[in-house]
């Protein structure tokens, strides 16, 4: 469904190239391909993308996975698109933030449109949030607490899948939808759309789904 939904929302056509920023394991970008295009992720994670080239030879897809820092990205004007999916934007202080969208603007042609799904500034519940997610064979735990002083979500992770263990700490920087525009076309982009989406099943909560052009 996620996959569909990315798709339509960048206008994707068989063999287009397409990025993925913080593509983790794999599990939408492998997806990508198998649907038709051409796909490169980019983490920061050895173990995520070790576990994220596995999945293509249990699919039969071919993906380059790239080992990297989404604040220096080594393409220009290279992809259709460029996506960034769950809570993938603000992991930096502000300056680097910014940077990641000056890059995502490099890197793509000029005329098409990258996706970028954050978490909404504006939580109706400011107490900690836990979540358990079983889905295959991984088992994913979430505990996640919001600071309204800094707008800041301050996550911690454990990750089980295929016999091993991954355990990360985040903090995740909260932009208003208003503050996210000036930031997109400060970076090169000259429209930006949004539509809300809650997600009830997810431990991130509501989400803003924003598409930008170039």
């Given at each position: 469904?996620?996959v569909?939904?990315?798709?339509?929302?960048?206008?994707?056509?068989?063999?287009?190239?397409?990025?993925?920023?913080?593509?983790?394991?794999?599990?939408?970008?492998n997806?990508?391909?198998?649907?038709?295009?051409?796909v490169?992720?980019?983490?920061?994670?050895?173990?995520?993308?070790?576990n994220?080239?596995?999945?293509?030879?249990?699919?039969?897809?071919n993906?380059?996975?790239?080992?990297?820092?989404?604040?220096?990205?080594?393409?220009?004007d290279?992809?259709?698109?460029?996506?960034?999916?769950?809570?993938?934007?603000?992991?930096?202080n502000?300056?680097?933030?910014?940077?990641v969208?000056?890059e995502?603007?490099r890197?793509f042609?000029k005329?098409?449109?990258?996706?970028n799904r954050?978490?909404?500034?504006?939580?109706?519940?400011?107490?900690?949030?836990?979540?358990?997610?079983r889905r295959?064979?991984?088992?994913?735990?979430?505990?996640?607490?919001?600071?309204?002083?800094?707008?800041?979500?301050k996550?911690?992770?454990?990750?089980?899948?295929?016999g091993c263990?991954?355990?990360?700490?985040?903090?995740?920087?909260?932009?208003g939808?208003?503050?996210?525009v000036?930031?997109?076309?400060?970076?090169?982009?000259?429209?930006?759309?949004a539509?809300?989406?809650?997600e009830?099943?997810?431990?991130?909560?509501?989400?803003l789904?924003?598409?930008?052009?170039?």
């Open positions: 469904m996620e569909e939904a990315i798709w339509k929302l960048l206008s994707l056509k068989e063999g287009g190239p397409v990025l993925e920023l913080g593509c983790g394991y794999g599990r939408i970008t997806r990508l391909e198998g649907k038709g295009a051409r490169t992720g980019l983490d920061t994670s050895p173990v995520l993308l070790k994220a080239e596995a999945d293509t030879a249990e699919r039969g897809v993906v380059e996975y790239v080992l990297g820092d989404m604040r220096s990205l080594p393409w220009r290279c992809f259709d698109a460029v996506f960034l999916w769950y809570t993938t934007f603000g992991y930096f502000e300056a680097d933030n910014e940077k969208l000056h995502v603007a890197s042609r005329g098409r449109a990258a996706a954050s978490t909404q500034s504006l939580l109706s519940d400011k107490s900690p949030s836990y979540a358990i997610v295959n064979d991984e088992l994913r735990m979430h505990i996640s607490n919001y600071d309204a002083l800094i707008d800041r979500c996550s911690e992770r454990a990750i089980a899948r295929n263990l991954t355990r990360m700490r985040l903090s995740v920087k909260h932009y939808f208003s503050e996210y000036r930031m997109l076309r400060s970076a090169g982009f000259e429209t930006v759309e539509c809300g989406k809650a009830s099943s997810s431990p991130h909560g509501r989400r789904v924003v598409v930008e052009y170039k």
